[in-house]
């Protein structure tokens, strides 16, 4: 199918490495750009890990697509916590929006609502109002992101990791009105596996708002050869007319800290350069958006 486009393919640094720091910048990027990706994306954990000047440089030399990341960490929350943790909050995605426009990159996506792993029940109206509380207190992120030309994405994270937004349905009624307006949705088909009852039909109920989509196999290893609907995934997305970025988010079992943060309890790969590669390799041929008849890319034998 001739879409007019390719979206363009990445991988996320933590497959490799946590926190991700200048120091460790230039040979995992000239690693990732010569396997052939399109694209990286960066996680901030936290202000001033990465500096603009050393991101761009190697930017420039490697020719990858930037896209960034945020961390919720314990204590990171817009909802349901004291004022100046909320501020604390706020102003760490401040620093996430300003770093991304100083590298130009398009998105600032994650669960931008409380930290992953927070977990309490609420009924209806205890829910309603946790999200218009999480709006107001989004707000002005939203509006510095317009003015930086960047983008939040959201992301709905799955029962385990957060009981506040799980489907796309509960993000368009959280944010709703913020929609457009220097926000959207970011997904990941490891929490649409287990939360939505349809990938594709989740995409669809995305549509326009969906900025930004993380890829990996139903059990956070390299997408491909797995449980997930992949041609019902890419006919949703081209029903939508998404051009946004393939990120492989995954994982390594062999860091301590974000092993643990992840449950990762087990290598997903013989290596983690293999589970990128394959990754790569499979979204090459399973993305519609790609020409058939095209050139093998960097790294891709016939």
Request: with cysteine; aromatic share 6%.
């Amino acid at each position: 199918m001739d879409t007019g486009y390719v979206r363009p393919i990445g991988v996320n640094t933590w497959v490799w490495t946590s926190p991700l720091t200048d120091a460790d910048l230039p040979p995992l990027l000239r690693r990732i750009a010569a396997m052939g990706f399109d694209a990286v994306e960066l996680p901030l954990e936290n202000v001033g890990d990465l500096t603009v000047d050393a991101v761009r440089d190697v930017l420039a030399e490697t020719g990858l697509k930037p896209y960034v990341v945020g961390a919720m960490a314990p204590g990171r929350n817009l909802v349901g916590a004291p004022d100046a943790a909320i501020r604390s909050t706020q102003q760490y995605l401040l620093g996430c929006v300003a770093f991304a426009g100083g590298i130009g990159a398009p998105t600032v996506c994650g669960p931008f609502y409380a930290h992953t792993g927070r977990l309490w029940r609420m009924d209806s109206a205890e829910r309603a109002q946790a999200y218009e509380e999480l709006r107001r207190n989004l707000a002005p992120v939203a509006e510095a992101a317009v003015r930086a030309g960047v983008v939040l994405g959201i992301e709905p994270l799955n029962r385990y990791e957060t009981s506040l937004i799980n489907t796309v349905g509960q993000a368009i009624e959280a944010i709703g009105p913020l929609l457009g307006h220097g926000v959207g949705l970011a997904l990941d088909t490891y929490h649409l596996n287990i939360e939505e009852r349809s990938t594709p039909d989740a995409i669809r109920r995305a549509g326009d708002d969906l900025v930004h989509l993380q890829v990996c196999g139903n059990d956070r290893g390299a997408p491909g050869g797995d449980q997930t609907d992949w041609p019902g995934l890419f006919r949703a997305l081209d029903d939508v007319g998404y051009q946004g970025p393939l990120n492989i988010e995954s994982f390594t079992s062999y860091n301590a800290s974000i092993a643990t943060a992840a449950a990762i309890w087990r290598p997903l790969a013989v290596s983690q350069d293999r589970l990128a590669e394959n990754g790569l390799s499979f979204l090459r041929r399973a993305d519609s958006s790609r020409p058939r008849d095209a050139a093998p890319l960097q790294g891709e034998t016939p």
